[in-house]
C-alpha cells in the first residue's frame, strides 16, 4: 500500500517536472498572428496575390487572419480595428487608396502592433506609422508601358490614345499614369484624349471601352493600367467589329496568364509585369520585425516587361 502510494508520488512529481521543462520552449515556439486586410478580389492579380500570402503564411507556420476588403476603404479600417482588439503580433495590408489611414494606425501604434505595407503605398506626413513597404513601383511600370509605346508606335499623325485608370485614388492608378505619362510627353504627337476609371475590374473595362469607342470612332492606342480592364476592354473592341491589338494597339499592366493568353491570340501587344507573389517576403518580413530588425522603409519587386512576341515563350514559365 505504502509502496504504491510513492509509486504514484513519484509519477506525478516526474510529470510536473516534464511539463515545467516542455512549458518554456512550448512558449518559444508560440505561432506568430499575422491580420491581413486585403484590397478585394477584383483582378486575377488580386486573386494570385492572395494565394500567394495563404500559401506563403502556412508554409512559414504564421496563423493568418485574412480579411477581403471588397475594394472599399471602411471595410480594410474596420478589419485593422478587429485585428488590433484581437492583439495580433503584426498587421499587414494592400491599401485600397492612398489617403485617410493615419487614424486607424494610430491606433495601432498605441497597441503596439507594427504594420507592413504590401502592394500599395500610403500618403502620410507621419511615417513612424508603418514599419516597411513591399511592393512595385508602380511609376516605373507607367514608364516602361510608354517607353515600350514610343518605340514600338509608328506614328504617321497624331496618336489617339484612351486610358482604363485602375481605382480612382489608388497608388497604382496614380503611378502608373505619372509614369506614363512622363515619358510619352517627349513626343507631342502622343495624346491621351479620354481617361476614365474601370475600377480594375473585367467588367468595367469592357463598359467603359464600349463609352470611348461610341464617342470616337479613331482611337489609335488603349492603355489600361491592368490586364484584366484590357481584357474586358478587348471584349469592347471586338463587339464593336475592329480587331484589338491591331487596329487599337493594347498596353496593359500585370502580366497575368490571361494576358499572355490575349497575346498569343495576338489581341494584346505589350504587358508590363507586377508580381504579385508577395507571401513568402511579407512572411520573411513579419519574422524580422518580431526579431526587432531594422528593415528599409521601402523594398521594391523586381520586374520585366513582356511584349506580343515573347508571349508563346514565356507563357509556360508563367505562375500566376
Ligand atoms: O495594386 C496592384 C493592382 O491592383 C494590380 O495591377 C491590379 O490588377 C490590382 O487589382
Known sequence: MLKSR??????????????AVAMPSFAAEKKLTLGFAQVGAESEWRTANTT???EAAKAAGIELKFSDAQQKQENQIKAIRSFIAQKVDVIGFAPVVTTGWDTVLKEAKAAKIPVILTDRSIETKDDSLYVT???????????????????????????????LQGTVGSAPAIERQKGFMEVIKANPKFKVTRSQTGDFTRAKGKEVME??????????????????????????????????GKDIIIVSVDAVKGAFEAMMA????????????????????VKQVK??????????????IFPMETAAKEFPNRKY
Not at 513597404?133 to 497624331?158: H, P, V
Not at 482611337?219 to 480587331?243: P, R, S, T, W, Y
Not at 495576338?266 to 518580413?285: A, F, R, S, W
Open 291 to 304: 526579431a526587432g530588425k531594422q528593415l528599409p522603409k521601402r523594398i521594391n519587386t523586381k520586374e520585366g
Open 6 to 19: 510513492r509509486n504514484l508520488l513519484s509519477a506525478v512529481v516526474i510529470g510536473l517536472i516534464a511539463s
Open 211 to 244: 463609352a470611348f469607342l461610341k464617342a470616337d470612332p479613331n482611337i489609335n492606342v488603349l492603355f489600361a493600367h491592368n490586364d484584366d480592364m484590357a481584357i474586358g476592354a478587348i471584349q469592347a473592341i471586338e463587339a464593336a467589329g475592329k480587331k484589338p
Open 266 to 285: 495576338g489581341k494584346l501587344n505589350v504587358t508590363v509585369e507586377c508580381n504579385p507573389q508577395l507571401g513568402p517576403q511579407l512572411m520573411d518580413i
Open 133 to 163: 513597404m513591399i511592393g512595385s513601383d508602380f511609376t516605373e511600370e507607367g514608364r516602361k508601358a510608354g517607353q515600350w509605346l514610343l518605340d514600338n508606335y509608328k506614328a504617321q499623325g497624331d496618336v489617339n490614345i484612351v486610358e
Open 52 to 54: 500567394s500570402i495563404k
